[in-house]
């Protein structure tokens, strides 16, 4: 049972803190007299550019900080993409040491932490149920609102995730999913079934408005001219699938030697990625643009956009190619919840490089139709900000 569980992770936090010297590195904060304000902390892994992290982004870009006082715990304290614009705001960022490096040192620092500054509302985002540790301090600290939010549908460890889900009951109060396939997988099924707010991954849609000039700026600064694009956006990672998506474009180049695959992001397995290129001897036809700001104007610069994860939560990077009016193809083990449009075509995994190839293609007309369609269904951010201030509010 989730109490029984809870019990044993409290005899084994003792045995770890008689064992400990309990050094840390928060350093003490002076609480404000912020009444006026709602004092939130986002709890999150780290700020690099991803599907939570975007967010969270749009969030405190639309955000009013006069009414909300906002900070950042990373709970793998290193220096990200998103640093400098989160200071920009006067936002306070503190990072604390990861439990894969330290597991003792990390709930040691967690706890200094919650005992040394005062919340209304902890906002914890992570797409795994060990999250709960941060849960449980905010909760021994006496944090009213506990918000644990689920933005994926699977893991690189399910079964250490499936250990803590019943942690997260007894220890958030307040549960948000970016789709019920996100639900399912972080909660318990009576918590899933009943208290989960499902808070989509919205967009602020005009800036995604399809534009010819925008098109035609970024193809001129990549020299693509009129040739045929191919698009991805995403972290390079194992999840996103990419060595398969090369061979995809193999497939593709063969028949259309003038197509071109724009590669946006970056991440570990960016080296070995571009080995892959070499070795299918393609090099000349793949773009890797690394990270970028301007995530509207390519999108404006792809014919199509193909994403062929393993499991995604509900991505917002297809929310942002649909507005962009962009034809799009995705695999099935992705929620049928960003299916907003007709621009969406799901492809099983089990299907071969050259049936994926075979179905690629980019015939779109009045690409800038779908911006209110997006707005439209919900996925607008500001009105989905609305909601997330009223449950901040509750």
Known sequence: ????????????????????????????????????????????????????????????????????????????????????????????????????????KHLSELKHFFSRNKFDVVHINYSNATCFTAARAAKKAGVKKIIVHSHSSNASNPVVHKLCKPLLCHYANMFFACS????????????????????????????????????????????IGD???????????????????????????????????LLVGDG??????????????????????????????????MDCFVMPSYYEGLPVTLVEAQAAGVRTFVSDTITHEVDLTDLISYVSLELQDKEWAMRLNGNVHERAHYNSIIADSGFDMRNELTIIERLYSL
């Open 227 to 261: 040739r045929f694009v191919i698009g991805h956006i995403g972290r390079m990672t194992d999840t996103k699938n990419h060595k398969f998506l090369l061979n995809v474009f193999n497939e593709y180049h063969k028949n259309d030697p003038n197509s071109i695959l």
């Open 1 to 104: 049972s989730s109490k029984n569980a809870c019990e044993l992770f409290e005899r084994i936090h003792k045995i770890f803190c008689r064992c400990g010297n309990g050094s840390h590195r928060i350093p003490y904060v002076k609480v404000q007299n912020m009444s006026e304000k709602i004092r939130i902390l986002y709890v999150v892994n780290h700020m690099v550019v991803g599907g939570i992290e975007n967010f969270l982004m749009n969030i405190i870009r639309n955000i009013d900080l006069g009414k909300y006082d906002i900070e950042f715990l990373y709970c793998d304290g290193k220096d990200t993409y998103y640093d400098e614009e989160i200071r920009n705001y006067g936002i306070k960022i503190t990072g604390i040491t990861s439990r894969s490096r330290n597991l003792f």
């Open 268 to 301: 570990e397995l960016r080296d070995e990625i571009k080995r892959q290129a070499q070795k299918l001897e393609i090099s000349d036809s793949v773009i890797f643009t690394g990270i970028r700001d301007d995530v509207p104007e390519l999108l404006c610069a």
């Open 180 to 223: 019920q396939l996100a639900a399912d997988w972080m909660f318990t099924r009576n918590v899933a079934k009943s208290k989960v707010h499902i808070i989509r991954n919205a967009v602020n849609t005009k800036e995604f408005l399809f534009s010819e000039d925008k098109r035609t700026t970024v193809r001129n600064e990549f020299d």
